[in-house]
């Protein structure tokens, strides 16, 4: 068989999510089922690949549905322990006095606060600290989703403290010892260079939360409303990304993200405290009455206002279980503390399932599940919490976490049989690897604008940016050799690509409404933050190609082209936003 029939057929499963789950908006727990059932079809009919291996794919794809679930727990309950403890109404009340804007809040809380959670654990732990914490200030869910999902973008790359790029390009990479004799090196060069592409793509990404957010969820549904604060929103952005650069060409891979995020936030909450670029007091934008929101935007979780036992709460003691939070995280994750090596220790394995060579494992106390449940368990002692609140926390994130479970198991088992669908009686490579090779076939001299959509589809596909670049790091090496090119800068792309792709990966949107309670709706979110991925993977794709084509084609090229384009749009509408504005304004008075 061809590599453009393989590719074609690789892409089945994908198209399967994107018709049934994106297209007609069927819940997560209806189409994945159907997804996986394509999945294993192939790996067992076109690809050769044996039962058991299928059936140990599957099963270390239900143990990896089991981890995320625990995280998914702890988040809910520490959110649920605030809620009931008095600490969301204090913390609510602190962002209103930073501005009662809900565009400033959102850039706070999910693209610095956001960063920062990244850069400390990774693994989609942003979505399940910000997402709830929004919800809990008075965000529609979906609305808290969608704008948790958009920055799972330009942080992503050196989350967990570097760990897609440490563990996902160093891994991918050595497989080819002839490629480099130092690949720690290398893969700290091509750090440097996926910051800058990253800090140029980011750039509008705080703009483009906002933007969605007052479109899609604004009572006047306007794009205008949250372009309208973009000088806000690109301090923002370069508050974080200049650190975030010049970290990553100094110290390496580990902390770009973590330092850029504390940076930001520091910077940028200073200077919102001192009205810099803050809306003027008749400019506030708002949600709308909640009894005029759209019913599917909320979930089941509903945020009460509570009031502490003693009538009011310090705002130190109501932001602690997130101060502990960034605290565990980082002394965990970081290799100069002795604690990461003993919370590894423990592993529940499953080696070697059915004869395969395919093992699952779970590390109980390195997961950031228990990290939020430690810290729950402490809230309830430092908020002096009753038996009778902290019960019914424990009781909602229960029956919230049950809700999702139906979506996740079918979904994390078709992407592990997906992913080992090489080594089959056929002979092929693996399916994301076939795809790949189709395109890079039909592509040639472009690729490196391609390159970024396939680092994209992989982590669509793993939901980690970490396994994208395990898998296509060395072929996007060799793609690059075989063009012409400096491979590191098509590496380094492969890297900003899986990075985006995590902006509509399912099971992380899966994860992320759950911890609200928005179970069934992940196809009507991925419909609005595929719109930021395109953007991302053109932008970042062109900028590549423009680069490393550079010395040969010079500065006036295909990619130039593309950026100017993009560049010359986002211009255009931000200078052209006074006058829809007007208009709106015009509309709202009439009515």
């Not at 998914?72 to 609510?92: D, P, V």
């Not at 979506?407 to 669908?421: D, E, G, H, K, R």
């Not at 979110?525 to 395109?534: E, H």
Request: proline content about 4%; some cysteine; overall charge neutral.
């Amino acid at each position: 068989m061809n590599t453009g029939t393989l590719a074609i057929i690789s892409l089945i499963p994908i198209i399967v999510v994107g018709i049934f789950l994106v297209g007609l908006r069927w819940p997560a727990s209806k189409a994945m089922p159907l997804s996986y059932i394509v999945a294993v079809g192939i790996a067992l009919f076109v690809w050769g690949v044996p039962g058991n291996t299928v059936a140990a794919a599957s099963v270390n794809g239900l143990v990896t549905a089991g981890t995320l679930l625990f995280i998914i727990f702890g988040a809910i309950l520490l959110l649920n322990t605030l809620q009931e403890s008095g600490g969301i109404k204090t913390i609510r009340q602190g962002f209103t006095d930073i501005s009662p804007d809900r565009r400033v809040q959102v850039i706070i809380i999910a693209w610095l606060f956001g960063s920062f959670i990244e850069g400390s654990a990774g693994f989609g732990t942003p979505a399940a600290v910000a997402v709830p914490l929004l919800v809990g200030l008075g965000f529609p869910a979906m609305a808290a989703v969608v704008a948790g999902m958009i920055i799972q973008s330009t942080p992503v790359s050196f989350g967990a403290v570097g760990t897609p790029m440490l563990v996902g390009v160093q891994t991918g990479l050595s497989a080819d010892s002839s490629i480099s004799n130092d690949f720690l090196a290398l893969t700290t060069q091509i750090a440097g260079q996926v910051a800058i592409l990253h800090a140029a793509a980011g750039l509008l990404i705080p703009l483009f939360v906002v933007a969605i957010m007052t479109r899609f969820f604004g009572k006047n549904k306007s794009f205008s409303e949250g372009l309208k604060i973009w000088k806000f929103a690109l301090f923002a952005s370069v508050s974080m990304t200049i650190p975030y650069v010049i970290v990553a060409n100094t110290l390496g891979p580990e902390f770009p993200s973590l330092i850029g995020g504390i940076v930001g936030l520091a910077i940028v909450v200073t200077s919102a405290k001192k009205g810099f670029l803050m809306p003027k007091e008749d400019d506030i934008w708002t949600f709308d009455e909640r009894s005029n929101w759209d019913p599917e935007w909320t979930g089941s979780m509903e945020i009460k206002e509570v009031t502490h036992s003693s009538g009011s709460m310090s705002m130190i003691k109501a932001w602690s279980p997130y101060i502990l939070i960034g605290v565990f995280l980082i002394f965990t994750r970081v290799q100069v503390f002795p604690f990461v090596d003993w919370l590894q220790a423990w592993v529940i394995e499953l080696p070697n399932m059915f004869g395969s060579d395919i093992t699952a494992s779970f590390q109980p106390l390195f997961s950031p599940g228990t990290i939020f449940i430690v810290v729950s368990l402490i809230t309830f002692f430092l908020h002096g919490m009753n038996a009778g609140s902290y019960k019914r926390a424990w009781g909602k994130s229960a029956k919230t976490m049950i809700a999702a479970s139906t979506a996740l198991v079918f979904t994390v088992p078709m992407v592990q049989v997906f992913l080992n669908s090489e080594g089959g009686g056929s002979g092929y490579e693996s399916m994301p690897v076939e795809l790949a090779n189709g395109v890079a076939a039909l592509t040639g001299e472009f690729w490196p604008i391609f390159s970024t959509f396939i680092g994209g589809v992989g982590a669509f596909i793993a939901g980690s940016n970490t396994v994208s670049n395990m898998m296509f790091s060395l072929f996007q090496y060799d793609v690059g050799s075989q063009i012409g090119v400096d491979p590191t800068w098509v590496v380094a792309l492969q890297a900003v690509g899986g990075a985006a792709g995590n902006m509509i990966c399912v099971h992380n949107v899966v994860a992320a409404s759950a911890v609200v309670g928005l179970v069934g709706k992940e196809g009507i979110i991925i419909r609005k933050t595929i719109i930021p991925f395109l953007y991302y993977a053109t932008l970042s794709g062109a900028l590549g190609y423009s680069i490393v084509w550079f010395g040969e084609k010079g500065l006036f090229n295909i990619g130039t082209l593309i950026v100017g384009l993009i560049a010359l749009t986002a211009a255009y509408i931000i200078a052209t936003n006074r006058k829809r504005m007007d208009v709106i304004q015009d509309t709202s008075r009439s009515a």
